[in-house]
C-alpha cells in the first residue's frame, strides 16, 4: 500500500493562563492508502489537537511550533487558506463526535447536510446517499429536525456527508460512537469499515476505548501527554505491547481479565505530564528509574512497535 499521509515532528502549544501547554510533542505518523489508523488515549491526551491540526482547525490560542504533514504530496501546513478550504470535505472528510451538537437544531436535516456537503447533496443524492448508509425508510423524513431523530441515524447522516458526498481520501473521526450506546456504536464501526472497504479510503480513528479500536483499526497508536509513546499493527499491540502504559491501557479492559478478577485501574493522572522534562509517564510507571524522570526517551523501534520507553525491550 502507498503513503498517503505522514506527520514529522508535530508540535501544537496552547497559550493559557497557566502558561504555555505543549500539547503534541513531536507527534510523527504515516498512514497507508486504505488504512485505517486508530489513536487512543486518556481524555487529555493529545488526540483532538493531532486530528484538529491535520485539518488546520486549530483555535487562535494554538501555535504550530514545528513539524510537517505531508498530505499526498501537500505540505498541509504551508498550504494557503483557500487551497486548504477546499481541500477540507473533498479530500478530507470530518466525522464529528458529537452529531446532536454538531447540526443547528433550528435547520431542517435536509438543508443541513446541502450545506455540509457543499451544496452537493440534492433530494436525488440524498436518496441514494441515505440507502447507503442504511437509512432508506427516512428520506420522507429529511424536512425534520435533528431532534426528530435518534443520535444513530444522525451519526450515519453526517458519515453520509464526510465519507460519500465527496468519497474523500482521508477519514478523520474524532471519538465518533462515545455518545452512542453499545448496540448503536457497533453498527456505526461495521458501517466505517464497510465504507473503508467500498471505497478504499484512509481513516484515523480516535477513541479512549481500546475495545472500539480493536474491531477496526489495522494500526494504532497509543498517545500520552502529548506524546506518541507506542505504535504497532493492531494484532502486535494486543500480543505484545511494549510501553508500560500500553501494557496499563490493556490491563484495564474488561474483556481481557479473568471472570470475577479486578480491574487494574491506572493510579495517578495524565494531567500537567506535558511539562515534564522527562518520560511523561514516569510518574504513574512501576518500573521508571532516575533516567526516567531526567530524559525524555526517543522514538525506537522494538519487536515490531515505534515505542517510547528507555527500558522497553528490556522489561517485557
Ligand atoms: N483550546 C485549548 N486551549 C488550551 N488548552 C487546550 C485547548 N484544547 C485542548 N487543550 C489542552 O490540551 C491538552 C490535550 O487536549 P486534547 O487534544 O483535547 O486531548 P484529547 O483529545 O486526547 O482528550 C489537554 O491538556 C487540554 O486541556
Ligand atoms: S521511559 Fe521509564 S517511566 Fe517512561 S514508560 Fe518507560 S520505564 Fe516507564
Ligand atoms: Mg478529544
Redesign the pocket.
Known amino acids: 500500500m502507498s503513503e498517503l499521509l505522514r506527520v514529522e515532528g508535530l508540535n501544537v502549544t496552547?497559550r493559557?493562563r497557566g502558561g504555555l501547554?505543549p500539547?503534541a510533542r513531536g507527534v510523527s505518523l504515516t498512514l497507508r492508502k486504505g488504512e485505517i489508523l486508530g489513536l487512543v488515549?486518556e481524555?487529555?491526551?493529545?488526540?483532538?489537537?493531532v486530528l484538529t491540526a491535520l485539518m488546520r482547525m486549530l483555535?487562535r490560542?494554538?501555535r504550530v511550533a514545528a513539524g510537517r504533514v505531508d498530505f499526498d504530496g501537500t505540505d498541509l501546513l504551508s498550504l494557503g487558506d483557500a487551497p486548504m478550504r477546499r481541500l477540507r470535505g473533498r479530500r478530507i472528510g470530518l466525522i464529528p463526535q458529537r452529531p446532536m451538537t454538531s447540526l443547528s437544531p433550528v435547520t431542517t436535516v435536509r438543508k443541513q447536510l446541502a450545506l455540509l456537503s457543499g451544496g452537493v447533496i440534492d433530494d436525488v443524492r440524498a436518496q441514494r446517499l441515505l440507502t447507503d448508509v442504511g437509512l432508506g425508510g427516512l428520506y420522507d423524513r429529511l424536512g425534520d429536525y435533528p431532534f426528530q431523530f435518534s443520535g444513530g441515524q444522525l451519526q450515519r447522516m453526517l458519515m453520509a456527508v464526510a465519507v460519500l458526498a465527496h468519497e474523500p481520501d482521508l477519514v478523520l473521526a474524532d471519538e465518533p460512537t462515545t455518545t452512542l450506546d453499545v448496540t448503536v456504536q457497533a453498527q456505526i464501526l461495521r458501517l466505517l469499515l464497510d465504507l473503508r472497504n467500498r471505497l478504499g479510503n484512509s481513516v484515523i480513528f480516535v477513541s479512549h476505548d481500546l475495545a472500539v479500536l480493536s474491531q477496526v483499526c489495522d494500526r494504532v497508536g497509543v498517545?500520552y501527554g502529548?506524546q506518541l509513546v507506542e505504535a504497532a499493527e493492531t494484532r502486535d499491540l494486543f500480543t505484545n505491547p511494549q510501553h508500560p502504559y500500553t501494557r496499563a491501557l490493556l490491563d484495564a479492559m474488561p474483556s481481557r481479565r479473568a471472570r470475577g478478577e479486578r480491574l487494574r485501574a491506572i493510579p495517578g493522572t495524565v494531567s500537567g505530564s506535558?511539562r515534564l522534562p522527562g518520560c511523561p509517564f514516569a510518574p504513574r510507571c512501576d518500573v521508571a528509574t532516575d533516567l526516567c524522570a531526567a530524559e525524555a526517551p526517543p522514538p525506537r523501534p522494538v519487536a515490531g512497535s515505534t515505542v517510547r520507553c528507555h527500558h522497553a525491550g528490556a522489561t517485557s
Open positions: 496552547y493559557t501547554l500539547a488515549g481524555s487529555g491526551s493529545g488526540k483532538s489537537t483555535p490560542s494554538a498517545m502529548g506535558q
